[in-house]
């Protein structure tokens, strides 16, 4: 301590004693650590760890230095969606119906004009005719008529809009369409009051549906040039959570609903805002000199970005520890503790919260997870670059490492995955299987799962 603040400890300099002994043991692997230190004497202790990790062997179930959540790459196959097909019915007869309800539509706008009233059901029926014969376009188009004339007629604010958003959301995910999803979704938020007092229950569960979607988009594109846009969505979920929970009427109802939801954001900030990068040499290392300094080489909002995973795990144990104190006994946000500490190098506090559940007879540890399991992550398929399905067989170890792991590709339709999907399970941290006294132990697993890019 000088002048009363406290000093971060310097890079210990003997860790570069043990790179260069290291170099006589696994070349050229220990040379590139000492060459990334090229200019200076001294290499950080966490530089030395990562290197160290590296090297032991896959079967010894190596954990990532950071943790992907489950549900990113890798989540639980699930048969694709059910596309609206117009099954026997000929593309004459579509043509006749759809050209009916269009000469029917002209016929009420000449009479009422283009946005009457009176208009909107026929619009709305057109549309749903529409799309059961798989006419994508048309019916976003007459649905979004629709929308115009009610919103011209009830108000810009009405929620008399809702019912026609929602087939219109429902259509862009179907076709894949992330950046008209994600518009919509926030047009809906708007007509609900964006999280906004007065609440009512509608309003509350349209905020847990916007940040459950978002969580999705944002676990399925990259962040660089949308800093802001998710500054905004975790800001905006964080604050909601502090609000509600604090409030008496509402606590008890929406606090761990949205707690879970912002919960999902913090796993994928942690993820995807990671300090460590690999050089040309193979070397992990951190992609600025100091955390705690903005860097010329990161915009302002990466830097916030950063600001807000360095307090990350402060932030989620208190969000987590509040909903607790209201809900002590919830099964669900108490894996989703143990969950937590478990994917941020607290072991043993993990083992102990689910020795406890497992006690109760309602949580089922004989099997062992991959994590999160509260909560569940998922991206939609449709939402997707690729989607390959394999097969995996593996032993999880009692530290929740892998090993003796095969996998197999199912889907032919997909880009070849195994790979990808090795070393997408090589960074997802697992939950032991726990025996009957709560000890963790190896454990075999069979899963077919999707990969997703």
């Not at 008399?160 to 999803?181: F, H, M, N, Y």
């Not at 989607?387 to 792991?405: I, M, P, Q």
Request: proline fraction near 6%.
């Amino acid at each position: 301590m000088a002048g009363g603040k406290l000093q971060k400890p310097p890079p210990l300099r003997s860790n570069l004693f043990f790179a260069r002994v290291i170099a006589g043991f696994f070349l050229p692997a220990g040379f590139t650590l000492i060459r990334a230190a090229s200019g200076r004497d001294t290499i950080t202790t966490r530089q030395l760890v990562v290197f160290l990790v590296g090297l032991l062997p896959a079967s010894q179930g190596v954990f990532a230095a950071e943790p992907q959540p489950w549900g990113v790459h890798l989540q639980w196959h699930t048969p694709s969606p059910v596309t609206a097909d117009s099954g026997d019915v000929s593309p004459l007869l579509i043509r006749r119906a759809l050209e009916a309800s269009a000469e029917q539509i002209q016929a009420l706008e000449a009479q009422w004009g283009p946005y009457a009233p009176e208009l909107t059901p026929a619009l709305e029926s057109a549309a749903r005719e529409a799309e059961e014969y798989g006419e994508t376009a048309t019916a976003l188009e007459l649905y979004r008529w629709a929308l115009h004339s009610t919103r011209i007629n009830k108000g810009l604010s009405s929620v008399d809009q809702v019912p026609l958003l929602e087939p219109i959301i429902a259509l862009r995910r179907d076709s894949g369409d992330s950046e008209e999803l994600a518009n919509q979704i926030d047009y809906f938020y708007r007509l609900l009051g964006r999280g906004a007092k007065p609440w009512t229950d509608q309003r509350l569960a349209a905020s847990v549906r916007w940040l459950s979607v978002h969580s999705e988009l944002l676990a399925s594109y990259s962040w660089g040039g949308r800093e802001s846009d998710v500054l905004f969505v975790i800001d905006h979920g964080a604050d909601l959570v502090s609000e509600v929970c604090e409030d008496p009427a509402w606590a008890g109802r929406w606090c761990k609903e949205l707690t879970l939801s912002v919960l999902k954001l913090y796993y994928l900030l942690d993820y995807r805002i990671d300090p460590l990068v690999v050089d040309e040499f193979g070397v992990a290392q951190d992609r600025y000199n100091s955390p705690y300094q903005q860097s010329m080489d990161e915009s302002p909002g990466e830097y916030r970005l950063r600001s807000r995973e360095r307090s990350l795990g402060t932030k989620a144990r208190g969000m987590l520890d509040r909903a607790l104190e209201l809900m002590p006994d919830d099964d669900e946000l108490r894996v989703a503790k143990g969950d937590w500490l478990l994917n941020h190098g607290r072991r043993s506090r993990a083992l102990s919260i689910y020795r406890e559940l497992q006690v109760t007879g309602r949580v089922d540890f004989s099997m062992p997870q991959p994590t999160p399991t509260s909560p569940p992550l998922s991206r939609d398929t449709r939402l997707s670059d690729s989607v390959t399905t394999v097969d995996v067989t593996a032993v999880v170890t009692a530290r929740g490492g892998l090993r003796d792991v095969q996998i197999t590709q199912v889907s032919q339709d997909g880009k070849p995955a195994e790979g990808f999907a090795r070393r997408q399970l090589r960074e997802t941290r697992f939950r032991p299987a726990l025996d009957a006294a709560g000890e963790p132990v190896d454990a075999a697993i069979a899963w077919r799962i999707d990969v997703l890019r």
